[in-house]
């Protein structure tokens, strides 16, 4: 049981791509760990190791305008926004959005 | 300086006169070898005054770079009024700084203007644009 438990906990993790403009925050690295049951979870788990990544994403409690979170090949805006559910596994993918006047 | 063949630089060209007045988008692509990829985007804004690419279809196209071993080089679009030079909201938008920033204006039918910045923090950069054969 103990181990199930652990194993459980070890396989929570999901990575998560960032951009080469929000890297400041995470120490350089293109790609970080973390874990969560909807991408909020995710977001707040992530900012207790990589502070300030939340506020570059987050607007009022929404995703910002022109940030795009993707999990494995779908858009979160389709998927709940920032109530995405998550799983074990998922590959979030952050890009800036492409976008101008 | 952004360093783009004559072929990639006409296509690019073509793409903003044929969706003038709406302004067009795209992305280059560069390999490992220094030959530029020129990828037209949807522009879901259809509007003579702002773009925004699909964000399903730039995740696509990032996987796609990833696969053949190429990096993003340019981020490009067009002014369909105005000159060829980042507007306020371009800069307040612009998240890779890692890419160029082409513009092409089509104001004019008749004069080309392309032009190659970087925006980092805010901050524009001209650079110069050299057309290879």
Redesign the interface.
């Known amino acids: 049981m103990l181990a199930s438990t652990a194993t459980r906990g070890l396989a929570v993790a999901i990575e998560v791509r960032i951009p080469t403009i929000l890297r400041p925050h995470t120490g350089g690295e293109k790609s970080v760990e973390g874990k969560g049951e909807t991408l909020a979870d995710l977001l707040d788990d992530l900012e207790s190791r990589h502070g300030g990544l939340k506020a570059r994403l987050v607007t009022d409690g929404a995703l910002a305008r022109f940030v795009n979170v993707y999990v494995n090949d779908e858009d979160v805006r389709f998927m709940g926004g920032m109530q995405a559910p998550l799983k074990d596994g998922d590959s979030v993918t952050v890009l800036p959005a492409v976008a101008g006047g | 300086m952004l360093e783009i063949s004559r072929d990639a630089y006409d296509a690019v060209v073509a793409h903003a006169r044929r969706d003038h007045p709406d302004e067009a988008?795209g992305?280059l692509a560069r390999s490992g070898s220094g030959e530029v990829r020129v990828i037209e985007?949807m522009n879901t804004?259809r509007s003579p005054?702002?773009?925004?690419?699909d964000?399903?279809e730039?995740?696509r196209v990032?996987r796609e770079l990833d696969d053949r071993d190429e990096a993003l080089y340019a981020?490009y679009?067009s002014h369909t009024a105005t000159e060829a030079y980042?507007?306020?909201?371009?800069i307040s938008?612009?998240?890779?700084?890692?890419a160029h920033y082409v513009l092409v204006s089509t104001r004019s039918p008749d004069e080309v203007e392309f032009r190659s910045f970087r925006i980092v923090d805010g901050v524009v950069e001209e650079e110069p644009v050299s057309v290879g054969g």
């Open positions: 988008c992305m985007m804004a005054t702002f773009y925004e690419m964000s399903l730039v995740l990032m981020i679009h980042p507007s306020r909201t371009d938008i612009a998240g890779y700084p890692e």
